[in-house]
């Protein structure tokens, strides 16, 4: 019989209980021991990590985005302004099924298949966690509708923003400029940090050329969300810096006066304080509407008014390049006195030009020529022929180096981006652009603003300044002023820093000042009829620039032209003369007479600045 323990066990099964208990409590202590070294991790090595994951859970970090500074004419009136609307915005990662939100949310308010294709297209670029646009500019019936449903909607929100507006809409669109949403392209060139909470910046004008000083800095707070990421309560706020509001040298009564001068006309008006640069208006006609571009322009809308033959989006003003014509003789006229070619010598005009040797005639503008004339009458009466006969005396490398001298072929430096150069030919130009020597007839057209010779509208207002000033050169400049909305202090700037002095001859620019105030008030004046009855004095020159060749031998017949082929009309002029407070240069594109259409748009603008000058006296 086999013995048992006082207890009933075999003593195999006892060794094997103790095995059992033996391997249970090692196991046990592999299983504390992993547990301390989990909490070991999680309390000291990785600490720091899993508290921010645990405050993400139920704090978390908030952009405050900056007001966006205000954009204000001389006088104070609003060019560009923040508006309060509703938007809808969304937060992908919490949507569980998008195209069923999408479409139960177009049952509530009205969403668009553009909208809708553009939210799409943002969110597929961009991470899910952070909110995306989907809808701006809800009206109240829309808004108060989708409030009472936004329960049904996590990761939908309802939110009031600030929305660009630009008041004056087509009248400012060219020199202000608009914002858009930033870009792909746009987050290469700014600043991740300085941008959080940022959506717009500004794509073109004063908006892109001043954006650090009108986007401001962001600001941060620290809330407490619970479960469905709604706001318990603010933890710590530091608040966001709005961007400094700018004040701008142009008037918006002279601006609307300059568009309304040049009627449905294609072309461009620039007007400036000779005496500091301040530019006045800047007119540019067709425009747009920057409002389409804020929120982002329909490729519809986009590509047609891109395929408009009218070239809305074109800033004339700035960017335009023309023939200067006739404006550009006064400038001539200056380096005749100045390389000692007696002003008082007269030149027949027959009406046409030949150099010696040739059989081509170089045509004067009135067919029937005008006699005997001086420098004094060729400016006052605009003769091409004495000028034809000057260009010949003095060849392309003295007449360029004069263009240069002022400011033509180069940029004026004013405060817009992308101004071009415009071009002043010479031999050596046109030997490395075009592989051809110059030529003698190209010094004739040259000297009369044809040819190669090409300018935009505001060169073409600050040589008009210079004439002024006679010989004081200004940097065109639209910023008049800088104004911090938290200290209230306006940082005033000051142009005469970048003044310069050409040291023209005194008797050169009077002569040449005398004569082309004879272009408004002689009864030989090309412009006397957009001069007379005037209560100021007015110093001006016409000028016609070609869009086509006339061939030896035919007529130019404006009647007969499609309207693209006629010439374009050109007038500069400052006022008054005894002490300039204006310059102007006029543009109109296919206008045909610098006389019958420029200068009229001219007289209309300066007869409006005076009057508003004597009502402020």
Same mark, same amino acid.
């Given at each position: 019989m086999v013995s048992r323990s006082r207890m009933g066990q075999a003593p195999g099964e006892d060794a094997m209980v103790r095995q059992r208990l033996k391997l249970a409590g090692i196991i046990a202590l592999i299983l504390a021991a992993i547990l301390l070294a989990r909490l070991y991790s999680l309390q000291v090595s990785q600490y720091a990590r899993y508290q921010t994951l645990s405050l993400d859970n139920h704090i978390r970090l908030q952009a405050l985005s900056p007001v966006r500074g205000l954009i204000l004419d001389r006088n104070g009136v609003v060019l560009a302004q923040n508006t309060a609307v509703y938007a809808l915005k969304v937060t992908p990662e919490r949507v569980l099924d998008m195209d069923l939100m999408l479409a139960e949310v177009g049952q509530?308010?009205?969403?668009?298949?553009?909208?809708?294709?553009?939210?799409?297209?943002?969110?597929?670029?961009?991470?899910?966690?952070?909110?995306?646009?989907?809808?701006?500019?809800?009206?109240?019936?829309?808004?108060?509708?989708?409030?009472? &449903?936004?329960?049904?909607?996590?990761?939908?929100?309802?939110?009031?923003?600030?929305?660009?507006?630009?008041?004056?809409?087509?009248?400012?669109?060219?020199?202000?400029?608009?914002?858009?949403?930033?870009?792909?392209?746009?987050? &290469?060139?700014?600043?991740?940090?300085?941008?959080?909470?940022?959506?717009?910046?500004?794509?073109? =004008?004063?908006?892109?050329?001043?954006?650090?000083?009108?986007? =401001?800095?962001?600001?941060?707070?620290?809330?407490?969300?619970?479960?469905?990421?709604?706001?318990?309560?603010?933890?710590?706020?530091?608040?966001?810096?709005?961007?400094?509001?700018?004040?701008?040298?142009?008037?918006?009564?002279?601006?609307?006066?300059?568009?309304?001068?040049?009627?449905?006309?294609?072309?461009?008006?620039?007007?400036?304080?000779? &005496?500091?640069?301040?530019?006045?208006?800047?007119?540019?006609?067709?425009?747009?509407?920057?409002?389409?571009?804020?929120?982002?322009?329909?490729?519809?809308?986009?590509?047609?008014?891109?395929?408009?033959?009218?070239?809305?989006?074109?800033?004339?003003?700035?960017?335009?390049?023309?023939?200067? =014509?006739?404006?550009?003789?006064?400038?001539?006229?200056?380096?005749?006195?100045?390389? !000692?070619?007696?002003?008082?010598?007269?030149?027949? /005009?027959?009406?046409?030009?030949?150099?010696? !040797?040739?059989?081509?005639?170089?045509? /004067?503008?009135?067919?029937? !020529?005008?006699?005997?004339?001086?420098?004094?009458?060729?400016?006052?009466?605009? /003769?091409?022929?004495?000028?034809?006969?000057?260009?010949?005396?003095?060849?392309?490398?003295?007449?360029?180096?004069?263009l240069k001298k002022f400011g033509l072929g180069s940029q004026s430096g004013v405060d817009l981006p992308g101004e071009p150069d415009g071009l002043v030919p010479s031999a050596e130009w046109k030997l490395a652009t075009r592989n051809e020597p110059w030529y003698p007839g190209e010094d004739l057209i040259t000297a009369i603003g044809q040819g190669f010779l090409m300018t935009t509208p505001l060169q073409l207002a600050r040589v008009a300044s210079i004439l002024a000033n006679r010989g004081s050169v200004v940097q065109p400049r639209l910023l008049m002023s800088k104004n911090d909305p938290l200290s209230g202090e306006p940082e005033e700037l000051n142009n005469k820093k970048n003044t310069r002095n050409l040291h023209i001859n005194t008797e050169a620019m009077d002569r040449v000042i005398r004569a082309m105030t004879a272009v408004m008030s002689s009864p030989r004046g090309t412009a006397r009829m957009s001069g007379r009855r005037s209560a100021y004095s007015i110093a001006g020159k016409t000028g016609t620039a070609q869009v086509i060749a006339i061939a030896q031998g035919e007529e130019y017949d404006e009647d007969s032209l499609k309207e693209e082929f006629r010439d374009h009309a050109l007038f500069i002029a400052f006022a008054p003369v005894e002490n300039p407070k204006i310059a102007i240069a006029v543009v109109v594109e296919n206008g045909g007479s610098g006389a019958g259409v420029a200068a009229p748009v001219a007289r209309k603008v300066l007869d409006h600045f005076f009057l508003k000058a004597l009502e402020r006296a």
């Open positions: 509530i308010v009205d969403l668009s298949d553009r909208e809708i294709l553009a939210f799409k297209q943002r969110s597929s670029r961009r991470p899910g966690f952070k909110k995306q646009l989907l809808k701006t500019q809800l009206d109240d019936a829309e808004a108060a509708k989708f409030a009472v &449903n936004e329960y049904r909607f996590p990761g939908v929100t309802l939110e009031a923003v600030l929305h660009r507006d630009y008041p004056f809409a087509e009248l400012t669109a060219h020199f202000l400029g608009y914002v858009g949403r930033i870009s792909e392209k746009d987050q &290469n060139r700014l600043e991740e940090e300085k941008y959080k909470g940022i959506s717009h910046t500004g794509k073109s =004008g004063i908006e892109k050329q001043y954006e650090r000083a009108l986007v =401001g800095s962001t600001g941060f707070e620290e809330v407490e969300i619970d479960a469905h990421g709604r706001t318990l309560r603010t933890i710590s706020r530091e608040g966001a810096i709005p961007g400094d509001n700018l004040r701008l040298t142009i008037d918006i009564e002279l601006q609307r006066e300059a568009r309304r001068a040049l009627g449905a006309s294609r072309g461009a008006v620039v007007a400036m304080d000779p &005496n500091n640069g301040e530019v006045l208006a800047m007119v540019s006609n067709p425009s747009f509407d920057p409002n389409l571009f804020v929120d982002g322009i329909d490729h519809a809308t986009y590509s047609a008014l891109r395929s408009l033959k009218d070239k809305p989006f074109l800033n004339r003003a700035l960017h335009g390049r023309y023939a200067p =014509g006739s404006t550009i003789k006064p400038v001539f006229a200056e380096v005749v006195i100045e390389e !000692g070619i007696d002003p008082e010598e007269s030149v027949f /005009c027959p009406g046409w030009y030949m150099l010696p !040797g040739s059989t081509r005639q170089y045509r /004067c503008w009135k067919k029937t !020529g005008h006699g005997r004339v001086d420098l004094h009458a060729a400016i006052e009466q605009s /003769c091409d022929v004495y000028f034809y006969e000057m260009g010949k005396r003095l060849g392309i490398g003295q007449m360029s180096g004069v």
